[in-house]
DNA sequence: GAGGTGACTGCGA
DNA sequence: CTCGCAGCCACCT
């Protein structure tokens, strides 16, 4: 079978997507973290590719949604509009300052954590 | 089939 | 404080 062919029941982009959407409104999250979820905490690297690719995928990815560590915009030149990232956060009740979220601390969702607690 | 790439992270100097 | 290096792995050429 072609690779055009493949049809996994989960590929890993497919598996940050899934955990992308569910951050919730007015939160945030970092690739580790999300990595850290998918049991690949070294892959952090694949999760920014996977966000790459999140606008190839016809789903609606909150990509604004999620920062690295530090909480600083990274990935904010990748929405078309450099400033649109922290539009659409300062919209969510984000303090965006010197392209860093300011109240990150506050608005961080742990998807390890969050997740586990309504999993159960 | 093999090599290059990257929206990251942690540690060392 | 800043700067550099290694690790990790799926996707693209």
Redesign the pocket.
């Known amino acids: 079978m072609s690779m055009l062919d493949s049809n996994p029941p989960l590929?890993?982009?497919d598996a940050v997507y899934h955990v992308v959407k569910l951050i919730p409104h007015g939160k945030v999250t970092?690739?580790?973290a999300i990595a850290g979820f998918l049991g690949?905490k070294?892959?952090?690297?694949?999760?920014?590719?996977a966000?790459?690719?999140?606008?190839?995928s016809t789903a609606q990815i909150p990509?604004?949604r999620?920062v690295?560590?530090?909480g600083m915009l990274?990935?904010k030149f990748?929405?078309g509009d450099p400033q649109l990232?922290a539009q659409l956060l300062s919209s969510e009740g984000a303090v965006i300052e010197n392209d860093r979220i300011v109240n990150f601390k506050e608005m961080f969702w742990d998807p390890l954590k969050e997740i586990a607690l309504q999993s159960d």
């Open positions: 590929s890993f982009f970092s690739y580790g690949s070294g892959s952090v690297r694949m999760v920014g590719w966000m790459n690719a999140s606008h190839h990509a604004h999620v690295n560590r530090n990274t990935g990748h929405f990232m």
